[in-house]
């Protein structure tokens, strides 16, 4: 076992490698083992999702407070603007339509122009592409023409 050793050392060698056998604590039962990592994992597991529950809780309560301060602060706010928007609104005339387009689809067309540049501009009349009185349509059609726009943009 020990190969070219004397055999007092051989004996004194054996006989500490077995104390050292019998000195050691038996290892537990796989069940054991088994049982304390899914107990210690699906305790973690319900401690972070209790940590998440009461973090939720407490950013939707800052938010619905939050909300509810500037609700308040721009109610007066909001009520002494609206008057004045409704009367601009009502003393501007309707934009030309040509090619018969529905009145709703001038109204979004409006509404869009006016939301993106802060109401500055107003729309004076709608063509459609290709109508009487429109530029002549690309031949390339919408697809190539936004190629084109694309990869000649930074010219």
């Known amino acids: 076992m020990f ?25 537990p039962a796989i069940a054991t083992v088994v049982a304390t ?3 210690l ?3 973690i597991l319900f401690l972070l999702y209790f940590i998440l529950l009461a973090e939720g809780r ?4 800052l938010d619905k407070k939050k909300t509810a301060k500037e609700e308040a602060q721009t109610s007066g706010v909001a009520s002494a603007t609206r008057a004045p928007v409704a009367s601009v609104a009502a003393a501007t005339a309707a934009p030309a339509v040509g090619g018969g387009l529905q009145p709703h689809v001038v109204a979004a067309i409006a509404a869009a122009v006016a939301e ?9 009349s709608i063509v459609p592409l290709g109508g009487a009185g429109a ?6 059609g ?12 930074p010219f």
């Open 3 to 27: 190969g070219s050793m004397p055999a007092a050392a051989t004996a004194v060698l054996a006989a500490r490698w077995a104390a050292a056998a019998a000195a050691q604590k038996p290892e």
């Open 37 to 39: 990592g899914l107990i």
């Open 142 to 153: 919408r697809w190539g023409q936004a190629g084109v726009v694309q990869h000649t943009e």
């Open 116 to 124: 993106a540049d802060g109401g500055k501009y107003t729309v004076a």
């Open 135 to 140: 530029p002549a349509a690309s031949r390339r």
């Open 58 to 61: 407490l950013f939707t309560s």
């Open 41 to 43: 994992v699906f305790g």
